[in-house]
């Protein structure tokens, strides 16, 4: 039985069909930096929900997931300790642990919405301005303010040990698979620091790759939940067919550019199955580890209420269905909600990192700019922006975007997909994606946490990082 539902089926939010976007005029076009969402439906998502900092909810919570993952992939041997250890010693926002974290904590029975925290005090997020930003510092509704972490926290009970452990398998998986695609990439930085193969060569990085994969698969099995199990372990597969399809990707582009430059007449692009599998390599590259572990926490969120209902039944005879104890609004199982948000907040997630490798900021980065693009990495900004434009196709058919070739070409190939509306229609995708996560989020029951799960969409789709 499969454990993943069919995946590019795009649902509708809130009623229509999400199409790939069409090509906009060039004076309809905001400028390639800008954040600004076209969508009235996330707009008004954002001002009535966005009041929260979804990473001060959990401040807490990664915290302490960061000081036991020390011990999680810990070695006896103090070479492959360090390797192991390298990336979870450098700061960063583990967004990834953090959407799991939210999404068990929404799921939690007696959380209370934001509008219960009326009377609460609040944090002011610094700025005043209550919109939303890419730093992840909160954004409100003409507030400025968040809510703060030590108020959050005290509006739900605890997480089952079992949740925690299953955040901290998704922060080793994810780095995992940093590891192993940094040797595929031969990348010798990341994060602005040296990647793992760059500091110690490849064959340890993979052997360190190899080592976290192992120690998740040991705490995964001592969860001794058979279908988070295997539905966590499916996520490997994903990432080795994500990089296959990558290739795969690549090769389908060339082989097409190399036949419209030869053709006398060349016949118009067909972007329709460079995009789809794109969107699906895409998904197994990036979406899958997070809709996976998403589906799991809610998993383990029904095991754990399963057993406290029956604990009940036997004390004083009441009995009810761990769905009902969980916090949804609708009739689609909790597991099945948490894999919709995870999913789309993930696609999400990775067409941003392709629009910002296009057109973003390299100081703030931390990295060099086209970088996909040189490598011959097919991403949905350069499929957009080769759509309308067939001088482009012809100048990337010849090379002049490669990393080989001069940076002066380098330069006109990034300058005219931020021209050409590329970076515009890659930006209404990623906004299509995010509609169909805040979607999702909002088949849950109202709550602090369910507003930081869409807070989290924003941070997302606005991140310059």
């Not at 460079?274 to 926490?297: E, G, N, P, Q």
């Not at 009995?319 to 999400?348: M, N």
């Not at 996909?372 to 482009?392: E, F, I, K, Q, W």
């Not at 997909?417 to 995708?429: F, K, N």
Request: hydrophobic share 40%; aromatic share 4%; proline share 5%.
């Amino acid at each position: 039985m499969s454990l993943t539902p069919p995946l590019f089926a795009l649902p509708a939010f809130p009623t229509a069909a999400i199409d790939l976007p069409k090509p906009s005029s060039a004076t309809d076009l905001p400028s390639t930096s800008s954040t600004l969402i076209r969508s009235s439906s996330l707009r008004h998502a954002f001002s009535r929900y966005s009041v929260v900092d979804p990473f001060a909810c959990v401040e807490s919570d990664l915290a302490s997931i960061g000081s036991s993952l020390s011990s999680l992939i810990q070695s006896d041997l103090p070479e492959l300790d360090e390797l192991a250890q390298y990336f979870f010693q450098i700061p960063g926002k583990r967004v990834r642990p953090a959407i799991v974290l939210l999404m068990a904590r929404a799921l939690r029975r007696g959380a209370r919405s934001v509008e219960e925290w009326s009377e609460q005090p609040w944090k002011d997020s610094g700025d005043g301005s209550g919109s939303g930003s890419g730093s992840g510092s909160g954004s409100g509704s003409g507030s400025g303010a968040v809510l703060a972490d030590a108020h959050f926290r005290d509006a739900l009970d605890e997480l089952s040990p079992r949740q925690r452990r299953l955040c901290e398998v998704c922060e080793v998986i994810h780095t995992c698979s940093l590891l192993h695609d940094d040797v595929l990439d031969e990348s010798d930085m990341r994060r602005g620091v040296p990647s793992v193969n760059g500091r110690f060569g490849n064959g340890r990085a993979v052997l360190a790759g190899d080592f976290l994969l192992s120690r998740a698969v040991v705490a995964l099995a001592r969860l001794r939940q058979h279908t988070v199990t295997e539905l966590m372990l499916e996520t490997s597969k994903h990432l080795v067919e994500g990089e296959v399809l990558q290739l795969h990707a690549s090769q389908l582009l060339r082989a097409a550019l190399k036949a419209h430059s030869a053709d006398a007449t060349p016949q118009p692009f067909e972007l329709e199955p460079h995009m789809a599998l794109y969107m699906r390599k895409t998904y197994s590259k990036t979406a899958a580890l997070i809709a996976h572990s998403c589906k799991a926490v809610a998993l383990l969120a029904e095991d754990d209420d399963a057993t406290q209902a029956e604990q009940s039944e036997a004390v004083d005879g009441r009995s009810g269905s761990p769905q009902q104890a969980l916090a949804v609004s609708s009739l689609e199982r909790p597991s099945s909600i948490a894999y919709e948000y995870g999913r789309w907040l993930g696609l999400c997630f990775q067409v941003v990192d392709d629009v910002l490798d296009c057109v973003g900021d390299e100081r703030v980065m931390g990295k060099s700019g086209g970088w996909d693009l040189s490598h011959g990495v097919v991403t949905a900004p350069v499929l957009y922006a080769m759509d309308g434009d067939a001088a482009l196709r012809a100048l990337i058919a010849q090379g002049r975007a490669s990393s080989t070739a001069a940076q002066t070409d380098r330069d006109e190939v990034r300058q005219r997909i931020a021209a050409s509306g590329g970076v515009e229609r890659a930006r209404q995708l990623a906004e299509q994606c995010a509609e169909s996560a805040v979607a999702a989020a909002l088949q849950l029951q109202p709550s602090v946490a369910r507003s930081a799960l869409i807070a989290l969409v924003q941070y997302v789709l606005e991140r310059n990082k």
